[in-house]
């Protein structure tokens, strides 16, 4: 990398008398740079001094960043002035700083970020910023900049890539019952109705049966004999938690947002109340005046709220593995055009099991799972289905797009029903109705979680009760007697539901 900086300091007064010592002090300033950093080049010299004003260049070669040497520089010159000549450092100003460095492959479009002009040639990129803070330089906002660059072009490499997919394992092939859509086949019956918003449907009791049905199937089957501890947590989700997992910068397109009420103050709230009762219309300019901006949004997965609940805690040995799941909180994703049945909605119901613990009982964890979620859907449901390692969600909800590697310690499986309602095995797309996956120490960091001894990692496994009904019946049908036995030892038969005339 090649860093060129251009800095100009402000005094508090006249510096011109004091020439020759400031430029002792650059001078020795530029030595200890050199011997601290030998191994980089890098260079500070004084291009002009001019009444209260010095005009800094400072270049560096390597990984060394000239803008830390200018803040060390304000530092010690700060004191020494002030000891010396009583002289304050009014400011700096960074004028132009310009960062050139190489890519592994060339940019296939050009590439903007915030802050700086980027230009590139090849694979040697250019960023060009003018005008900088002091506060930016601290921040460390220049080397994210130049992490999102070197994002962005690996992106541009991933797009149009197909999702990394890995198979498993696959059970026998099974006859399915029919191959109709079952969602639209249960809103003519009546069990289902499309939602007052778009994406959400509302759910009367034949499928709310079945839907809580899944519910206990899976926490009677899977999480109560693994030793999972109910919790139940907020679905609202402040910022914060969602900028230390990623999402904030993965998915902000995909948030249902929540604004507060600035006031509960019924004066305040006058003329909206009157206007309503008069026009019976929402006056949406009266409301923005009492509605804050939003600063959290609807769950989008259990997990990260479970993590912050651990922020900065020391776990007993004696506690891990940790093993916990929520099934209150509704998760809210806007699908846009993605939604389809009650299979991909933007309103779902889940269960989340989350699991902190050292690797060795995760990857036990992780077999034991495996083991009772087949005894599911192998012995309960009877249904066709197969594992598939794949791009681990964390990587997907933070933006990320590919990835190449399998990873046998960390990553995410996702289970994959067959529907026969969309075409063939072969060509169509399977459901993916349930995921499980390690993720290392990705959130215990983020979240600075600790044991007594042990280094912590961590999972969660997402259980869809939309998706594990509607994978179901597209195998077996809407029809109790022609459910497999497993499944009617947990439901023999639907509730009689609401007759309408
Ligand atoms: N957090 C994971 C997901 O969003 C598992 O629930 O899919
Ligand atoms: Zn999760």
Redesign the pocket.
Known sequence: MRFDLEAHFTFSSDISSIKKDMEKFISDANEDLIKKHYKEIANIEIFKIEKNSLFLNIVSYGNFRPHNALLQIKNSLGKELGKKYHIGIREIDIHDYKIEFGLEQKPLKDISIPFAKVKSKGKQVTIILQNVSEEFLRRNYIDRMIKVVKEKVENQYYEGKGEFWESIWESEEKKPIWAKDPTEEMVDLGWLKQGPTKGKWFYRPQIAAILRTMEEIAINEVLKPLGFQEIIESYVVPFDIWLKTGHLEGMPGEFYYVAEPTTRDVEKWQRFIDLTKITKEISFDELNKNLSTPHAGICY????VIYWSFKGKTISEKSLPILVYDKTAVSARYESGGRHGIERVDEFHRI?P?YIGTREQLLNLREKLLERYKHVFNNIFDLEWRMAWVTP?YMQQAGKIGDDSIQQDTGTIDFEAYMPYRGSRKESEWLEFLNL?ILGDKYIKAFNIKAQKSELWSG???IGLERWAIAFLAQKGLDPKKWPPGFKSYMKELPKGIEFL
């Open positions: 997965a259990q997990c990260p989340e989350v969600w996956s969660c496994s997402g």
